[in-house]
């Protein structure tokens, strides 16, 4: 590598391609399950994200910040997903009764149904791209592995508290 400094503890050549292999696993599978939502249900990954994030609240409405803490996004990426799934029907935003200041944000009975129709085919999807290639056992292990790297990330404003538990449905 030209201009390589030698101090820098460079990946050899199977960590380098096991890289770039996880890399391109990552985006192809993410690509082929967005594709397939599209086709089958109309919705988009980021609709089916909110979706699934709601329906598993109680009461399936939660305040827009706890929607941006487990989704990893932005408030205003949200704001702009929010309207684009409230000109659906998908969603509706409210103000929050408890303190009269913040909104919330819930699912609708279009919503409600959206999510119930799309997730069947979602998971025969990712089963297909993800799962029956690697086994259930490779796939605990991915989930383990993940859940070994998010927790030895640093706690700073990049990373939500919490994440996503095992179990969740957001396939």
């Not at 069947?120 to 383990?144: C, N, T, Y």
Request: charged share 35%.
């Amino acid at each position: 590598m030209a201009g390589a400094r030698d101090d820098v503890p460079w990946l050899d050549a199977e960590e380098q391609a096991a890289w770039r292999a996880y890399m391109e696993m990552r985006d192809e599978v993410t690509l082929r399950l967005e594709r397939d939502l599209q086709a089958r249900s109309g919705l988009s990954g980021a609709d089916y994200q909110v979706l699934v994030h709601l329906s598993e609240s109680p009461g399936d409405a939660v305040r827009p910040v706890e929607v941006c803490t487990a989704l990893r996004w932005e408030q205003s990426r949200l704001s702009h997903q929010l309207t684009r799934m409230e000109r659906r029907g998908l969603v509706e935003r409210r103000a929050c009764e408890e303190d009269g200041r913040g909104s919330i944000v819930a699912l609708t009975d279009e919503g409600r149904a959206a999510i119930e129709e799309a997730a069947p085919g979602h998971v025969v999807a990712l089963r297909a791209l993800l799962v029956d290639v690697i086994g259930r056992d490779g796939m605990l292990q991915l989930g383990a592995i993940a859940r070994r790297v998010l927790d030895a990330l640093p706690d700073d404003d990049l990373r939500p508290r919490g994440g996503r538990r095992a179990g969740d449905r957001s396939g």
